[in-house]
């Protein structure tokens, strides 16, 4: 998970600070925020190669889910900032696997840098009607 070579179309980085609702009564987030997270996270990474869900969904392509892994490292806390790095680890003719790693960028009394989790997320492109298609040489300019 997350060991993928060198990233193609670079690494983007975001940002996400721990809400009060994400959290259990520990201030712990909630295992089921990461999800939430990482999809924010290759929003932002499609976005900066030049492309949006919209625009895709707009020209009748569905990036869908197949798999999500993910483990976590180290809780995140409330009011924490993390630092999702995002990039692609793989492209496939009718898919793409993106990598994600979380770490903790901002906590007061803690150095930041702390690993938080890391993940990965498998995605076919396909149709309105559901079928699976090849990816397009120009989905993804700047990969």
């Not at 900066?48 to 392509?61: D, T």
């Not at 900032?81 to 960028?105: D, M, N, P, Q, V």
Request: glycine share 10%.
């Amino acid at each position: 998970m997350s060991t993928a070579p060198q990233p193609e179309g670079g690494t983007q980085v975001h940002h996400i600070r721990v809400r009060y609702a994400e959290t259990d009564q520990m201030g712990v987030a909630h295992h089921s925020t990461y999800i939430p997270w990482i999809e924010e996270g290759r929003t932002e990474w499609l976005r900066a190669q030049g492309r949006s869900y919209r625009s895709m969904e707009a020209s009748g392509l569905i990036l869908t889910v197949m798999t999500v892994s993910l483990r976590y490292r180290h809780p995140a806390l409330y009011d924490d900032l993390i630092r999702i790095e995002t990039w692609l680890g793989k492209k496939g003719g009718a898919s793409l696997t993106f990598c994600y790693r979380l770490s903790l960028a901002e906590r007061e009394g803690e150095e930041p840098g702390l690993l938080i989790a890391e993940a990965e997320t498998r995605l076919g492109l396909v149709d309105g009607e559901g079928r699976p298609r090849r990816l397009p040489p120009d989905m993804l300019p700047g990969s």
